[in-house]
């Protein structure tokens, strides 16, 4: 890599700032003034914040194709500086960055829009309609987070993104923090926001250390310079390794990878936009961002790529057979999720930082498409369920039983076993969410296909294994959604909400449509022959860019498997559709302890329960207990700590300070009292005593003068 | 010519005397003469140094401490008059108010 001018360009390149400040600005707007004005005016703040944020890096990337893609660094405060450590806030905008900001202001704004209309009917149905605000406090704020990440000319101000992405992370997963996912009061919502936050800080505990490392052998954290050291080979082996596997255990914090990938289905608490801009389509993607912008040090050493590859594919086929056995329809979407960051980090972790980047893009499409598809759907459903405000009228049943059927049983909207036939209710969300699958599955000229195939291909070219797991992970992929598909818009209504489903306002459309014409359209833009994408990040990644040879035999073979799986979907779920919501799934049958397996996460929620959480919890009970309270508080504080004070205390009183203090002090007064006593003797009153004394004087003194 | 000698055991024997009035009697009055007594002692050695030396210092220094004892004379025999009014005696063991 280059180093890049740093000297200020000036001109649109200035702008790059506002990409952070504009989300600020409309958070502030919110902020101050959002209770007293009304949603309309909040959703339209918020996404005009957005909106101008997609609109400087909009200006910022043709600004960069008439640079020729040179990258730019635009200082923008001094951060820290100390003796020849000087790390600045600098902007860095490179093909890579903007890319990676046209993708989170992009797909943000269209988010917006749609929680605009979204959190209108979310706000009612938990009835707590102040939150409306909230909500987009939040957002604006995860996006100026993002943008901080993504912009970031050094590791460190790329931390600070991703602690503070975090942070939108654990408020909005628990943005209903007083209820339960199930929509019920509880603290569900609260315990799946803890879960996330703390996989994550495990996560960026690595991510430190790679930082901390980074810095002691290189002595700096700015990009251009750290990525110098790496490609003159002046870091050593087993700093390579360190950095690498430390900033990879942050990958798999922050990107939900094994082993932390455990917080990300937890994290479908959070209302359905977030879900859709954090948990699918940006923040989750941070990992695979940081890992091509860290291609000098993944590179470095081939094992090490080895490693990342291999992670990211074993996630990628773990997570797709745990999506086959949900029945929550975001579960399905959060373990899909996991899954294609796995293949991201594959992609990446072989070298293929383009098809890696190129996946992230195209996913971010889809998926948040899909997200804001089951966020219409649930919605849908709920509002059929449970009609409130102008939907209400002519359904005065259901009204104080929220949540519940007539049988007192909560009524999930998100389980898809309580839905299906939805395609004629809801033709606008049907049609977009099939186009969000296909792109999903990898059908060709959709846009997950092209992404996909690349990154199989590459696969093919780096290693036999991953290239297998890979595409068993794929034939999952379009299995689940085939799946979904089926159970969510095919066959009869299996409840009262299916049957009166509503189809959702205008502001949830839109994006929906926005997003369907990008998840059919968007993998034209690194076509196989012009690969215009991928040139377009070579300008950053330098010679870490190969261009991936379209292979046919790779594409035909992913495309018949994914057909073959949504066959496979339809013989099963499709031709004789479920009938009841009761009934149990076809493939419990067919596979019975595969399926209990896939259902139940392959228990390894259980498992890090029983592995880690008691065992630590345990440990917490020894140390507040045993260490904490018996030996310092008891022991230490209480017997040595306070009765050691007390009597060294009385010690001081009684003999030292009573005794010897007092006695001198006692001593003193009694000796002068003495000898004052004995002197007043001589004072007789009789004055010829007194000249006596005088007289006696004077012949000592002259007795001594004279006989000297 | 009378050797100094001579006046200087005159002398020694009026200081004498003049210190044992003073150490023995109680009469304020008598002290009060043997301080007089002791002054003229000195007085006499002042002029027998004087002749023999032929100084004149010593024969006016005399006449300083004769106008020194006048004057003390005059306060000394105020005080005891006002001794005597309060304590209706010179007994000069009466005055003893200033015992501690």
Redesign the interface.
């Known amino acids: 890599m280059l180093l890049s001018e740093t000297t200020n360009p000036g001109g649109v390149f200035s702008l790059v700032p506002w990409i952070v400040f504009f989300p600020v600005i409309g958070l502030l707007i919110n902020l101050l003034f959002g209770k007293r004005l009304g949603e309309k005016f909040i959703g339209t703040v918020a996404s005009l914040a957005s909106g101008a944020a997609f609109a400087v890096s909009a200006a910022l990337f043709f600004a960069l194709q008439a640079n020729h893609g040179h990258p730019v660094v635009v200082p923008f405060l001094e951060w820290i500086h100390i003796g020849d450590l000087a790390i600045d806030w600098a902007f860095r905008v490179d093909t890579l960055s903007v890319t990676m900001m046209l993708v989170v202001s992009g797909i943000g704004t269209l988010i917006h829009i749609y929680a605009a209309g979204y959190m209108h009917y979310d706000v009612q149905y938990k009835e707590d309609p102040a939150s409306y605000v909230r909500f987009f406090i939040y957002l604006n704020l995860f996006i100026a987070m993002m943008m901080i990440l993504i912009s970031g000319d050094n590791y460190l101000m790329l931390f600070v993104g991703w602690e503070g992405v975090g942070l939108c992370s654990f408020l909005l997963i628990g943005f209903w923090f007083n209820r339960s996912p199930d929509g019920t009061p509880g603290t569900g919502n609260s315990y799946a926001a803890k879960k996330a936050f703390i996989a994550n800080r495990v996560g960026d505990f690595g991510f430190l250390m790679a930082i901390f490392t980074t810095f002691w052998v290189t002595h700096s954290l700015q990009f251009d310079e750290v990525f110098h050291h790496f490609e003159e080979g002046l870091v050593p082996e087993w700093a390579i390794w360190a950095i690498a596997l430390f900033m990879l255990l942050g990958v798999t914090g922050k990107s939900a990878q094994i082993p932390l990938y455990v917080w990300l289905p937890d994290a479908m608490a959070g209302p359905t936009p977030v879900s859709a801009l954090i948990h699918a389509a940006t923040m989750v993607t941070a990992g695979v961002y940081l890992i091509t912008r860290s291609a000098p040090v993944f590179s470095a050493i081939p094992e090490v790529q080895g490693v990342v590859a291999t992670i990211g594919a074993v996630t990628a086929l773990f997570a797709a057979t745990i999506a086959v056995g949900q029945f929550d329809i975001k579960k399905v979407l959060a373990y899909s999720t996991v899954s294609q960051l796995g293949f991201m980090v594959a992609a990446v972790g072989m070298g293929a930082y383009a098809a890696g980047m190129f996946h992230l893009v195209t996913h971010a499409f889809f998926k948040a498409l899909l997200f804001l598809g089951s966020g219409s759907v649930i919605l849908a459903v709920e509002r059929g369920h449970h009609p409130i405000g102008e939907d209400a009228h002519g359904h005065d049943h259901h009204d104080d039983h929220h949540g519940h059927d007539d049988h007192g049983h909560a009524f999930d909207p998100q389980d898809m076993r309580n839905m299906g036939g939805l395609r004629h209710k809801i033709p606008w969300t049907f049609w977009t969410y099939m186009m969000g699958t296909l792109a999903l599955a990898g059908i060709p000229i959709w846009a997950g296909f092209f992404s996909k195939d690349e990154i199989l291909t590459d696969a093919l070219h780096f290693s036999l294994p991953i290239y297998i797991i890979l595409t068993l992970a794929a034939f999952l992929t379009a299995f689940y959604m085939g799946r979904q598909v089926w159970l969510v818009f095919f066959g009869e209504p299996r409840s009262h909400g299916a049957e009166a489903a509503k189809e959702s306002p205008r502001a949830m459309l839109i994006p929906l449509v926005v997003l369907a014409a990008l998840s059919v359209l968007g993998g034209f833009m690194n076509f196989p022959t012009t690969h215009q994408f991928g040139h377009w990040l070579e300008y950053t990644l330098g010679h870490f860019y190969h261009a991936t040879q379209f292979n046919a035999n790779v594409a035909l073979g992913s495309t018949a498997f994914a057909l073959a799986a949504i066959y496979l979907s339809w013989l099963v779920y499709g031709q004789k559709p479920r009938q009841t919501v009761k009934e149990a799934d076809p493939l419990e049958k067919a596979l019975p302890g595969i399926f209990e397996g896939m259902q139940a996460k392959w228990w390894l929620d259980d498992i890090y329960e029983e592995a880690i959480i008691k065992p630590y919890q345990r440990l917490a009970a020894f140390l507040a207990d045993v260490v904490d309270w018996r030996f310092w508080h008891d022991w230490f504080h209480e017997r040595v700590l306070r009765d050691g004070f007390f009597g060294l205390t009385r010690f001081l009183a009684n003999p030292v300070d009573l005794g010897v203090i007092d006695g001198i002090a006692n001593g003193l007064a009694r000796a002068a009292q003495g000898s004052a006593a004995a002197l ?1 003797i001589l ?6 005593n007194y ?2 004394w005088v ?1 006696v004087g004077v012949v000592l003194i002259l007795g001594t003068l004279i006989f000297r | 010519m009378v050797p100094v000698e001579y006046y200087v055991g005159l002398s020694a024997i009026l200081f004498t005397l003049g210190v044992v009035g003073v150490l023995t009697r109680r009469n304020a009055i008598i002290i009060f003469m043997s301080i007089e007594l002791m002054l003229n002692s000195a007085n006499l050695l002042f002029v027998a140094f004087a002749r023999t030396f032929e100084a004149l210092n010593g024969q006016i220094f005399v006449f300083f401490v004769m106008t020194v004892a006048a004057a003390e004379v005059a306060v000394g025999l105020a005080l005891i008059v006002a001794v005597f009014r309060s304590k209706s005696s010179i007994n000069i063991d009466d005055v003893n108010s200033l015992r501690g």
Request: no cysteine; net charge positive.
């Open positions: 007043s004072q007789t009153g009789f004055v010829r000249a006596l007289f």
